[in-house]
């Protein structure tokens, strides 16, 4: 490996930073994509010699966006390439070392810069697989190793995951509300900038669109591309049937025309004109595509004219700031609508500004110690983390997902136990009993180990596959836009117990001091 280089056979991910980088600098390294703070506690654990102390991790959310009742993980993929690629390059080591304290002096020493040139990622990872339907508190990612390397992962990690996933979770909501219908990605040029738009072609991919208009996302990750054409082309003719039969001309394949520049019905009539030219030369008009008006009316009355004029196979698309609730509400009211194109709300994650992802510190031990379980307390419950080693355990029938429990890998939970009991950490009121016989199957997947890849990345496709297959195995109620039910992820009994005792324990410290 080159240090700070990508390695040739991530060509997809080399040819995707390269079209972020102005200049196209050679030597780019990822390494600084962090915040400050990572690499002054990093460089505190040095001074303190705690370079050999070793720290769980683990990476979770605290609600699921959009007031919903189900999370689709993403963001796995780029993990992999970064933690591949851990290493800093002798330019980022030049930027540290220009870098003065408050006081004027060199914030890092020179011995800190010579470890960092040698530090690599040798700790383990578990992740749940991208497309994964996952809930609050429950690990994404647990990372085990050495402390410094764990720390410099926690602002990396968030930034990896965070946005693909609540742009993959908007988008199955959007495909949900579809009912079936394809769904076209086409926000580019509404995104948050130009990793922002090639992160969220990807994750809508993940979440159930079928294509997208981005077509550097198409390169690089295999996506369908899709498009039709802007009110531009037509306003280029001076006659809206002449800028029709100039586009067959050209592309007598691929028209799906743009009918509401001046009139949408007559802008219709105008495309079965050109559909029946089209039809004599052996091609098909394969639709229409509406973008302003009642799109349930124009829809309707789109549909009765295409169907009369002989084309019952076109296609009727249909955009306009369209998201999740506008679909259902236009399919409520019987739209006739073939393909929705989804822009701004879908990549922008309109109505969630963000995942709350966060970070936080499990468990750590001296070399050759035993593991000390560590917990962050809050006035809020639901800002109190959880201790230990975490796994996560899906217990499901036939029919139906049914139940999530958080356990420590360390613990009792054991499938040959006969019964046990899990409890909901946030209302300990609400416990269940997890039966003897009931299949599970455990979410963390191994990623790494011991800094080495063990982890085959799959195709887009199957993740995509993976997404709507999840999805499937839960009850409609979770997947409900308004009041949806709350699915059932408790702990593991001993592990909640032992998570109390340490917040009594904590507070009563916290008391005496």
């Known amino acids: 490996r080159t240090r700070g280089r990508l390695p040739a056979t991530h060509a997809a991910f080399r040819q995707r930073r390269a079209s972020l980088m102005i200049g196209n600098t050679p030597s780019f390294s990822w390494m600084l994509l962090t915040d400050l703070y990572q690499l002054t506690m990093a460089y505190g654990y040095w001074k303190r010699k705690l370079t050999q102390r070793e720290a769980v991790f683990h990476l979770f959310f605290r609600r699921a966006p ?27 080591l030049t930027y540290l070392s220009s870098l003065k304290g408050q006081e004027g002096t060199p914030l890092f020493e020179p011995a800190f810069l010579d470890y960092l040139s040698s530090l690599e990622f040798t700790g383990d990872v578990d992740a749940v697989a991208e497309g994964s339907v996952v809930f609050p508190y429950e690990p994404l990612f647990r990372v085990q190793g050495p402390l410094i390397v764990c720390q410099l992962l926690e602002t990396p990690l968030l930034n990896l ?36 738009a090639l992160t969220a072609s990807r994750a809508a991919y993940i979440g159930g669109c079928s294509s997208t208009s981005n077509v550097l996302a198409g390169k690089l990750y295999h996506i369908p591309v899709r498009g039709t054409h802007s009110h531009s082309w037509v306003m280029v003719f ?11 001309a050209a592309l007598p394949s691929e028209c799906i025309f743009l009918v509401d520049t001046y009139n949408s019905l007559e802008g219709v009539k105008k495309a079965i004109v050109v559909g029946r030219s089209l039809k004599e030369q052996g091609h098909t008009l394969k639709g229409i595509r509406l973008d302003s008006g009642d799109l349930a009316d124009l829809s309707m009355k789109s549909r009765q004219l295409l169907d009369e004029a002989g084309f019952s196979d076109a296609l009727i698309v249909a955009s306009n700031e369209l998201d999740e609730t506008v679909i259902g509400e236009l399919k409520r009211q019987g739209a006739r609508v073939d393909v929705w194109g989804v822009g701004t709300h879908l990549v922008t994650g309109d109505g969630q500004s963000a995942l709350d992802g966060v970070y936080k510190l499990s468990a750590v031990r001296d070399p050759g110690g035993p593991w000390k379980d560590r917990i962050k307390l809050s006035e809020q419950m639901l800002k109190v983390s959880n201790p230990g080693i975490l796994q996560v355990r899906r217990y499901f029938t036939p029919d139906a997902n049914v139940a999530d429990v958080l356990y420590d890998t360390r613990g009792p939970l054991s499938p040959n136990m006969s019964t046990q ?18 299949p599970f199957h455990d979410l963390l997947q191994p990623i790494f180990r011991s800094g080495k890849k063990v982890y085959s990345l799959p195709p887009l496709v199957t993740i995509q596959a993976h997404a709507k297959q999840e999805l499937a195995h839960f009850s409609i109620g979770i997947k409900r836009f308004l009041n949806p039910h709350s699915y059932f ?25």
């Open 161 to 196: 995951v965070n946005f693909p996933t609540l742009i993959a979770t908007k988008a199955a909501r959007v495909c949900l509300a579809a009912r079936g219908d394809p769904v076209l990605e086409f926000g580019m040029r509404r995104a948050q900038g130009v990793d922002g």
């Open 66 to 92: 959009f007031k919903g009742g189900f999370t689709v993980a993403a963001g796995l993929e780029s993990v992999v390439h970064f933690l591949e690629n851990f290493r800093f390059s002798s330019s980022d």
């Open 421 to 438: 009991d899990a409890i909901d950490p946030l209302d300990p009121t609400r416990e269940w009993v997890i039966k003897k016989d009931l």
């Open 489 to 513: 992820v408790g702990m593991e009994k001993s592990l909640y117990r032992r998570k109390v005792a340490l917040i009594k324990q904590m507070r009563q410290t916290k008391k005496q001091i």
């Open 238 to 248: 001076d006659d809206e049937l002449e800028a029709f039969q100039e586009y067959a």
